[in-house]
């Protein structure tokens, strides 16, 4: 989820900004938030510019994407990263869902709009 936010996602955009990968790979390393609730933000403001909604998505189930992914996805991978809690037998199967929503509905998207693809 960080890989795909971050490099697939901003990192994407960055270059189509600023046509110079090396720069965008500086202000990806360097300037923005290490913290993925502080990317989610970005993410969101960056992609409402170019008319792609992630907020909007929706899981099978009926969840929104982007609010299961902040408040449930993140939650628990926190606490079991970081407390070894264990994780609910849905919790990978709905991260793989998300993972393949963001993949073709926003990172393709993205990379087509700036000319990766």
């Known amino acids: 989820m960080e890989i795909i936010l971050k490099y697939f996602i901003l990192q994407s955009l960055f270059e ?10 500086i202000l990806l390393e360097n300037i923005l938030p290490r913290q993925l609730n502080r990317c989610f933000k970005l993410v969101e403001s960056a992609l409402k510019q170019w008319n792609i909604p992630i907020t909007d998505l929706k899981l099978s189930n009926g969840n929104k994407l982007f609010d299961t992914l902040k408040c449930d996805i ?16 849905e919790i990978p199967s709905i991260a793989i869902e998300s993972i393949d ?17």
């Open 101 to 117: 929503i963001l993949m073709k509905d926003v990172v393709i998207p993205v990379a087509k709009k700036v000319g990766l693809i």
């Open 74 to 89: 993140l939650d628990k991978r926190n606490k079991f990263v970081h407390k070894a809690e264990e994780v609910p037998k």
């Open 16 to 25: 189509g900004i600023f046509l110079n990968g090396k720069l965008s790979k």
